[in-house]
């Protein structure tokens, strides 16, 4: 069993970060087909101001980036509270971020249609991220191990919390 037996309920915001972390992994899959299989597709919509710059190899190494990324964000969704995996998925966000910025303002190879997208996901994910850092890795962390020492195993192999031993 992938949880253990001692499966514990996640908060709703802890719920709500999974759940976005998977879209985003859904919306990264999109990306890696693009970067692989319609490189033209790819210069055109995120490098267009300089789409020459772009061949099939930059294509396959963007997806293949982008196909770790995504990794990072289906086990972080599975697992927010682990502070190593979120702080790699956390720091995912934050070099797409710089990325994006650096080719529309710095290198000037993306107009802001090409950037809007990704900027404001990999934006939004680095600020919930970064601001929920203590949230996620600490205190849910904390109450998934309360709740779980809690629960003690019963002679039918199921569990029970102290609670319902006084009941």
Same mark, same amino acid.
């Given at each position: 069993?992938?949880?253990?037996?001692? +499966?514990?309920?996640?908060?709703?915001?802890?719920?709500?970060?999974?759940?976005?972390?998977?879209?985003?992994?859904?919306?990264?899959?999109?990306? +890696?087909? #693009?970067?692989? !299989?319609?490189?033209?597709? /790819?210069?055109?919509?995120?490098?267009?101001?300089?789409?020459?710059?772009?061949?099939?190899?930059?294509?396959?190494? /963007? &997806?293949t980036w @982008?196909?770790?990324?995504?990794?990072?964000?289906?086990?972080? &969704?599975?697992?927010?509270?682990?502070?190593? #995996?979120?702080?790699?998925?956390?720091?995912?966000?934050?070099?797409?971020?710089?990325? /994006?910025?650096?080719?529309?303002?710095? !290198?000037?190879?993306?107009?802001?249609?090409?950037? &809007?997208?990704?900027?404001?996901?990999?934006?939004?994910?680095?600020?919930?991220?970064? &601001?929920?850092?203590?949230?996620?890795?600490?205190?849910?962390?904390?109450?998934?191990?309360?709740?779980?020492?809690?629960?003690?195993? @019963?002679?039918?192999? @199921? @569990?029970a919390s102290?609670?319902?031993?006084?009941?």
């Open positions: 069993m992938l949880g253990g037996p001692h +499966v514990v309920e996640m908060s709703g915001s802890v719920k709500a970060l999974s759940r976005w972390l998977a879209l985003v992994a859904a919306l990264r899959l999109l990306s +890696v087909y #693009i970067g692989i !299989f319609d490189p033209a597709r /790819f210069r055109q919509a995120l490098i267009d101001l300089q789409p020459d710059l772009v061949n099939d190899l930059y294509g396959r190494l /963007f &997806a @982008t196909l770790l990324t995504c990794g990072l964000c289906l086990i972080c &969704a599975r697992n927010p509270t682990n502070s190593a #995996i979120y702080g790699a998925t956390l720091l995912s966000f934050v070099v797409a971020l710089i990325h /994006f910025i650096t080719e529309l303002l710095v !290198f000037r190879t993306m107009s802001i249609k090409g950037a &809007a997208t990704p900027m404001v996901i990999a934006g939004l994910s680095t600020l919930w991220m970064g &601001a929920g850092w203590n949230y996620y890795t600490v205190y849910s962390k904390q109450s998934e191990d309360t709740a779980a020492a809690s629960e003690k195993p @019963t002679a039918n192999g @199921t @569990t102290k609670a319902d031993k006084h009941l």
